[in-house]
């Protein structure tokens, strides 16, 4: 026997092996409904379903298909926590992909922010040896202005109009 609900009302149905595979009208809600293979039912219906009792199930007092009903039972739950498992690992692998992700970018902004910084020094070096040329320059005028005495100035003169022949 296979026993299903229907997957318009939830009726319970049942219905022998034979018409497995085959659409029926349910008598709940008229609506058609395809007959499940054997095994369907549990692997179709929610984990909590599952869990019930096999006798549940396959009502009747025979330990040999109550077993059964128990073995085909841990057989689907032992595949479910597999692929519970392997949802599990797959979220991980993820996890630690984006982790591996995290910290490259984490990494590349540490060195983005340490060749800035670095840049930043080399300016304010250049910046502050500019400064220093510039005052450097700024005395040697003084000094130059305060050594050349009036007559030196006047010979100066002189010779940039043309006006002395020899120094
Ligand atoms: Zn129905």
């Given amino acids: 026997m296979v026993t299903f609900r229907c997957g318009h009302c939830a009726q319970r149905?049942?219905?022998?092996?034979?018409?497995?595979?085959?659409?029926?009208?349910?008598?709940s809600c008229d609506e058609p409904v395809r007959i499940p293979s054997a095994f369907t039912p549990e692997q179709t219906e929610p984990l909590a379903l599952i869990a019930r009792p096999a006798v549940e199930f396959?009502?009747?007092?025979?330990?040999?298909?109550?077993?059964?009903?128990?073995?085909?039972r841990s057989r689907l739950v032992d595949g479910l926590l597999?692929?519970?498992?392997?949802?599990?690992?797959?979220?991980?692998?993820?996890?630690i992909q984006l982790t591996e992700f995290e910290q490259r970018i984490a990494q590349l902004q540490k060195l983005h922010r340490e060749r800035i910084q670095e840049l930043k020094l080399r300016l304010d070096a250049r910046?502050?040896?500019?400064?220093?040329?510039?005052?450097?320059?700024?005395a040697l005028l003084v000094e130059l202005e305060s050594r050349s005495s009036p007559e030196t100035r006047l010979t100066a003169e002189l010779r940039d109009a043309g006006l002395l022949l020899r120094a």
């Fill in 13 to 27: 149905l049942t219905a022998i092996d034979e018409k497995s595979g085959t659409v029926l009208t349910c008598p």
């Fill in 58 to 72: 396959l009502p009747g007092s025979d330990p040999w298909l109550a077993e059964l009903a128990q073995r085909l």
């Fill in 82 to 95: 597999t692929q519970r498992r392997q949802l599990i690992q797959t979220q991980d692998t993820g996890t």
């Fill in 127 to 138: 910046e502050s040896e500019i400064r220093r040329l510039r005052r450097q320059k700024a």
